[in-house]
Structure formats: C-alpha cells, structure tokens
C-alpha cells in the first residue's frame, strides 16, 4: 500500500465503524405524546383584550409563549436594530400583576459565542417550554456563517422561572457541518419525559423535520416531514397518545396554502395529507389544541401580513372555520403593514393567549376566552371592533 493511499483507507474505516456504531445503536422505546390536559371552562362573558409588550430594541419579532407552574405568563422574542443584525438577542417578560416586566436578554450574541466557543453572526427565533417538573427550557437559533440556512439550533434551561439560565449547548442535528436546522414552534410532551420538537430545515431544499429528545435532552431520532413542496416551520399538536397534526408554512412557488402532515404513531413516521383549501402567505403559523379537544389556528391569510387571523376546527383538522382578523391594517406611504408569527397558549384557567410582531417594532399581547371563540363562530367570523391595544402609539 502506497503511503499516499493509506489517509484514505483510514477515513474509509473510520466512516464503516461510525455507520455499524449507528446501525447497532439501540433504538429508543416506541414514543407516546401527553395529550394537554381537558379543561372545562364554565360559562363566562366573552372577553378580549390586547396590550403591547415593552419596547426592548427599535425591530422585534417572532414571539414565544410559555407558563409557569404558579401560573406566570412568560414572553420571549428577539430584538435590535433590525433582524439580523449582531446587536439582536433573546429578550424575556413576565406578565405581573401590574403588567408586563422591562424585557431582560437572557441570550446575547457575545454571551452565546463564549458559552458555545465559537463565532456567531446573529440570533433568532426563540422558543420556550415549561416541562412537568417545572424546568424552563429556552430553545433558539444561531448563525455561524451565511444566512438563516446556515442555522444551528441552541438549548439552555431555567430552573428558577427564568431568573437564571445555563450556559447554552448547541444540539448536534446532522453529523456532518451541524448546520441548517431551525426552531419556531414549541415541542411536544413525551410520555417518556423526553420532547418531540418540530424544526426544519433550510438550505438547497425546504422541509418540516422531528426532532426526538430524550429526558436529557440528547436527540435520539430524526425524521422528515415529507412534502411535494418547499415548507418550513411546522405547528404540531396530539391529538392522542398516538395521533399528531402538523401544519406547515408554504415556501414553494406560486400562491401558498396551509401545508398538512400527520402522524399516527407518536412522531416515528409522518405522512403528507392534502393541504387546507385556506390561502397562505409565506409565514408561521400558530396552533393550539385547546381543552375542549377542538384545534385553533393563527396565520396570515392570501399572500401577505397585513391581516391576522384565526380559524377553529372541531374534526381534529380537517376542517376549518374562519373566526375573523385579530389585527389587519392598510398600506401607508408604499408600505404593507405586518402582524406575523403568531404564538398561542392556553392557560390553566382556560384564558387563550396570543402573541405576534407588531407591525416590526413590538409585540402584541391579546387574551381572550373560548366564550369569545364561541361568538366569533356564530358570527361567522365577521370582523370583531377590537379595542384599542395598551402603549398603542
């Protein structure tokens, strides 16, 4: 053997043992979901109300919900100067009863790129998620090099409500390069105590993707959301222990529609199912199973922001009524204004939560109850006079 073709005999061999190592890894136990809690509100007075968030930068965008086991609403999104930009990072609010908290980073660029030794470009995208034993856990997005396709996904966690946060680790998603996986919507319970969370993937091709995680948070699976077209950012919800629904934001060519999977065994495989006959621009959407059982969408309608709405659906999907614009507004000065990426919670005494950017500058808070859902469906979703939000300029 020559002494030039011995590297490549050991990269060979390197790269069986690493493929037979996988092939024998033991597989996880087959996965269960925690399907949320019933809730049973009793009759109230429909009630809606909508208020700003602090300022934290002059650009924000791209809200994340979370409650705590006291019942604190908890709010994070990313801010600067504009998106993308190295001065953006994680801000944090808490709802009191006075009102919503001064926003606090919890992640910073320079912060992250000490705690993950390496050079970072910008932040994005955050996502929070309370676990049962009460843990705060802050998923979040970074950029070495490129643009958002060159994207790796970081995890930290709170156990004091937020107050303090460990040092970020980033999750290794692909063996080779570990880039071009995204986060925006919020993980899954497993019966296991480990999290199924809906990422995607961005570079050369688009595609919704499910992260399996054990209790320790090492990701144990990875499986893709098959589509005829380009999607991203997939909005999952269980319908049982076995039943998933996942809706998909359209990135393909031409007018955009909701794009739909669905998974019959806990997340091990998912089927493409035909899209919702509901026009979409290419943006996130939101989506809630609520105590009920019924499912409520948020999303941008036609082909732009300028009008947020929300649909219900009482067959675990597949049909959808439209409840009307929470915000919708009008061209100005050659500018179409924006309210988008929407985030929903329901809260443990039944109050529905909404987030969104607003209009680039904040976010927007709204409550509102499933008495005020009941309206808008029997209004058949006529747009609702909404009051004016709180710190409204």
């Known amino acids: ?201 961005e570079f050369v091709v688009k595609h919704g993707e499910w992260l399996r995680l054990d209790a320790s948070g090492r990701i144990t699976d990875k499986v893709r959301m098959p589509h005829a077209r380009d999607t991203l950012q997939p909005a999952v919800v269980a319908l049982d222990a076995e039943q998933a629904l996942a809706l998909l934001r359209d990135a393909g060519p031409g007018p955009g529609r909701v794009q739909v999977a669905r998974s019959a065994d806990a997340g091990r495989h998912w089927q493409m199912a035909p899209a919702l006959p509901i026009p979409h621009s290419n943006a996130s959407m939101a989506l809630l199973r609520l105590g009920d059982g019924s499912l409520l969408m948020a999303g941008n309608p036609g082909s732009g922001r300028a009008s947020l709405l929300l649909y219900r659906s009482r067959d675990a999907g597949r049909s959808w009524q439209a409840l009307g614009a929470v915000e919708t507004g009008q061209i100005r000065n050659g500018r179409e204004p924006e309210f988008s990426y929407p985030a929903l919670i329901q809260a443990r005494n039944g109050d529905i939560h909404l987030s969104y950017t607003w209009l680039r500058q904040g976010i927007r808070h709204v409550v509102f109850n499933t008495a005020w859902l009941e309206t808008r469906e029997r209004e058949g979703g006529r747009e609702p006079a909404l009051p004016p939000a709180e710190g409204s300029p």
């Open 1 to 201: 053997m020559t002494r030039a073709a011995r590297p490549h005999l050991a990269l060979a061999l390197a790269l069986l043992a690493l493929g037979w190592t996988a092939w024998h890894a033991p597989r996880p136990e087959a996965p269960a979901f925690v399907p949320p809690p019933a809730r049973s509100v009793g009759a109230a007075e429909p009630r809606f109300t909508t208020r700003l968030l602090p300022l934290a930068a002059p650009s924000a965008h791209a809200s994340t919900l979370a409650e705590l086991a006291d019942g604190t609403l908890l709010a994070a999104w990313f801010a600067g100067s504009r998106e993308g930009a190295d001065d953006v990072a994680i801000y944090l609010s808490r709802l009191e009863p006075s009102g919503w908290s001064p926003p606090r980073a919890i992640a910073t660029r320079e912060q992250t790129a000490r705690e993950l030794r390496r050079h970072l470009r910008k932040l994005g995208n955050p996502v929070l998620h309370v676990d049962p034993a009460g843990r705060l856990h802050l998923f979040f997005v970074s950029v070495s090099l490129g643009g958002w396709a060159g994207s790796s996904i970081n995890h930290k966690f709170s156990d004091d409500g937020g107050e303090h946060w460990s040092p970020a680790r980033k999750l290794t998603t692909t063996p080779f390069l570990n880039i071009s996986t995204l986060v925006r919507n919020p993980p899954l319970m497993l019966q296991d105590g480990g999290l199924g969370l809906p990422v995607y993937h």
